[in-house]
């Protein structure tokens, strides 16, 4: 009995923690998601194209105010996987679009923040190439 409820009990803490660098990761990419679609507003909004680039450590925006105009990851272990460069509107259906993430301590599991070109940025797994 005394072994099944330590057996038990390992399981339950072990499902709890999820690892550091996954969590880390999906905040970045849901934050980048939520941030994309804002700048893609603003530029449908104002009729001003607004590019993203992606640099050490964060990501860099044109065609906005200088307030809103750089972002840092959340996590510094956030990385971008290639160079990517993004153009968000002013049209309202644009070219297929897509950011690869990954966090130093999980590189295997990289994320992707991606757009059709019409729907909003959302968040989802990589593709093995």
């Known amino acids: 009995m005394v ?16 690892d550091a660098g996954d969590t880390a990761l999906e905040r970045d990419a849901q934050r980048l998601a939520a941030i994309l679609e804002s700048a893609r507003a603003q530029s449908r909004a104002t ?13 860099r925006f044109s065609g906005l105010p200088p307030s809103q105009a750089e972002g840092r990851w959340l996590d510094s272990g956030t990385r971008v996987l290639g160079s990517s460069t993004l153009v968000l509107g002013p049209e309202p259906i644009g070219a297929p679009q897509q950011v690869v993430l990954a966090h130093d301590q999980r590189p295997d599991r990289p994320l ?18």
């Open 3 to 18: 072994i099944a409820i330590i057996a038990l009990g390992t399981a339950t803490v072990g499902l709890a923690l999820r």
């Open 47 to 59: 009729g001003v194209p607004v590019g993203a680039a992606f640099v050490e450590g964060g990501f």
């Open 112 to 129: 992707v923040v991606a757009t059709d070109g019409l729907r909003p940025f959302a968040v989802g797994p990589a593709l093995a190439p």
